[in-house]
């Protein structure tokens, strides 16, 4: 089926992004790993490690090691929900949102430089063909997660496959 490698150069593209990105951002404390998870709490303060978890799609233990980091590190601060005190409810501190920030600006700089050279066409046929393959592997939960995660920036999400950007820009289907 992957006589093309196709495969190997999404995983290749993937290894070759973060290491772009952790390069220039190497002299952080965050890991690249860890920039998602300051991300979606940044849009969405006091989740808990279980909403992080189910977010991410990573076990509890590896959100809670990561959450135990990043708020020793002063980027996050995490207080217990009021109506569950079993429960955790995490934020990101100030310090947080400047790496998020940062994080932000260097994923836009990474972007401009993988889609250098390519048309509005070409980037929209391409974003059709990924969000195929994704809602290919994806169960309905998944996609759910998917679009909550990016705060649903067309009607039905960035995981709506129709969409050019124009249309995204007037958000028609």
Do not use: W
């Not at 260097?106 to 250098?116: H, K, Y």
Request: proline share 4%.
């Amino acid at each position: 089926m992957d006589d093309h490698g196709l495969g190997k150069r999404i995983i290749l593209l993937n290894m070759l992004r973060r290491r772009m990105m952790h390069g220039v951002n190497s002299e952080k404390e965050v890991v690249p790993g860890q920039y998602p998870l300051l991300n979606y709490l940044s849009k969405n303060p006091d989740a808990s490690q279980q909403d992080l978890a189910s977010m991410l799609f990573v076990s509890p233990a590896s959100v809670a090691q990561s959450t135990k980091r990043l708020q020793s590190a002063g980027m996050l601060e995490k207080t217990s929900d009021p109506e569950n005190l079993r429960k955790n409810r995490l934020r990101v501190t100030p310090a947080g949102q400047t790496v998020v920030d940062t994080f932000h600006a260097l994923s836009d700089r990474v972007d401009r430089q993988t889609f250098r050279g390519f048309s509005e066409e070409e980037e929209a046929v391409l974003l059709s063909l990924l969000n195929r393959m994704i809602q290919n592997l994806a169960t309905e939960e998944d996609l759910a997660m998917l679009r909550a995660m990016e705060n649903q920036d067309t009607p039905h999400g960035k995981f709506c496959h129709h969409h050019t950007k124009s249309e995204e820009k007037t958000n028609k289907c």
